[in-house]
């Protein structure tokens, strides 16, 4: 069973309360459940730092979110049309390797579980499992924030 304490403080992250930190994500309700992680909708200071990264070590980017277990847990980033911009940001030229992942205005990822596996004993062992297979595109995320990750 799931609780959320509204009294508590910090965010997903521990950063300051901030939704759009990175942060780990179990959503429950009947008939959808979806576990996921990542960073959603960050201010334009803190995407601007991302997609520096991404562009700065866009080998260490492609790793983090094509790895085998990520793809296993996640299938990937979400390819969400609404996260993502039409044009590259302003300064970034179209041919750039990393060009798809800097267009994006969220890197989020998600997997929806059937209501049926919440119930079984074992559901809470899968989402650390699917958590830890996010590690590396989280650590990333951090990093580029300078956050402890």
Request: include cysteine.
């Amino acid at each position: 069973q799931f609780r959320h304490d509204k009294s508590a403080r910090g965010g997903p992250h521990g950063a300051g309360g901030d939704v759009h930190a990175p942060g780990f994500y179990v959503h429950a309700e009947p008939g959808r459940i979806y576990v996921g992680a990542g960073m959603w909708m960050p201010p334009a200071a803190q995407l601007k730092a991302v997609r520096d990264r991404i562009a700065q070590q866009t080998a260490d980017w492609r790793r983090a979110i094509t790895g085998k277990e990520f793809m296993a847990a996640f299938g990937g980033l979400s390819d969400d049309a609404a996260y993502t911009l039409k044009r590259p940001p302003k300064g970034d030229e179209p041919a750039q390797p990393a060009i798809a992942d800097l267009k994006r205005t969220s890197f989020v990822f998600g997997v929806e579980v059937r209501e049926s596996a919440a119930r079984k004993p074992g559901f809470i062992d899968e989402v650390e499992a699917a958590f830890r297979a996010a590690r590396p595109p989280m650590r990333f995320l951090c990093g580029a924030l300078g956050l402890a990750f």
